[in-house]
């Protein structure tokens, strides 16, 4: 019984240390939407899911300074979306391990045309912003061709 805690042991170690892992990337598999300037920057700005639903879309922004094309690591990016009287708005953060990418999580309550509109920072008082629109599906309309495995 000893003799098989060990190799089990033994395995487990020699996977730990050489076992290849795939790195999770929090920011893979985007979809661009727009692409725009406000002010003085640049903003790439991409989407999860793929074909927006009511409910909740992830937006990943990506500023970078018109003129040089250098990356922003300080701004202050607030992203709000409209449709009729009902507005709602987060603010999109970056993070240490990736201070180049801002991002935010809205819900969208009913499906339709939405404004969307990026406002940018990076000085005091001074506030660029740039709209779209952006189409909602109903949370019933989206296709897709994926299918689930279930085992029983």
Known sequence: MSKLILLNLSAAILIMLWGQTDRLEAHGNMKNIHYGT????????????????????HFHIEPT?????????????????????????????????????????LTFETPGEWEVEIKISTHPN???????????????????NAAGIFFL
């Open 38 to 57: 406000a002010g003085e920057y640049d903003l790439k700005i991409s989407i999860i899911p793929h074909e927006p639903v009511s409910g909740s879309v």
């Open 65 to 105: 300074l018109s003129s040089t094309t250098e990356p922003i690591e300080k701004a202050i990016i607030t992203v709000v979306i409209r449709q009729g009287e009902n507005a709602f708005q987060s603010r999109a953060v970056n993070s240490p391990s990736s201070p180049t990418i801002y991002d935010a999580n």
């Open 126 to 144: 001074i506030e660029d912003k740039l709209s779209f629109q952006l189409s909602i599906l109903g949370a019933g309309s989206a296709t897709s």
